[in-house]
């Protein structure tokens, strides 16, 4: 009798502990996708209008990651802030400014960058 008892004490408490475990991944994934849904809405209006033929007015800068860099998973970090370097970096070698006005040359570069990040911020 004293035995099923503690059996049954020990299946509560792994069972309270699982569910715990399982929450908190829960709650982790929702506050990713709360502060990547604007990141992501950002970069395809970006592409989309990078396809038009225009350059976008509303890029993002480092800063605007670091939210998302906070919530990302460790194993995955180091290859996001790269591609964050590498998108901001490609923001100034897609064109030039010339009589005042930006004329966008090659926006193949700023496109395959977006697309590399939004990979990372993709809907969990």
């Known amino acids: 009798m004293e035995l099923s008892i503690a059996v049954d004490v020990l299946i509560f408490l792994g069972g309270l502990f699982i569910g715990n475990r399982l929450t908190l991944a829960n709650e982790r994934r929702k506050e990713f996708n709360e502060v990547a849904e604007p990141l ?27 939210e998302a860099q906070r919530r990302i998973k460790f194993n995955q970090r180091r290859g996001f802030t790269t591609k964050i370097t590498e998108y901001v970096l490609a923001q ?12 966008l040359e090659n926006p193949e570069i ?13 809907h969990k």
Not at 92 to 103: A, P, T
Not at 110 to 122: D, F, M, P, Q, V
């Open 110 to 122: 700023l496109i395959s960058r977006i697309e590399e990040l939004t990979k990372y911020l993709s």
């Open 92 to 103: 100034n070698q897609c064109g030039e400014y010339r009589e005042g006005i930006y004329k």
């Open 40 to 66: 992501f809405k950002s970069l395809e209006l970006q592409r989309r209008t990078l396809e038009e033929g225009s350059f976008p007015i509303n890029v993002l800068s480092e800063n605007d990651f670091i």
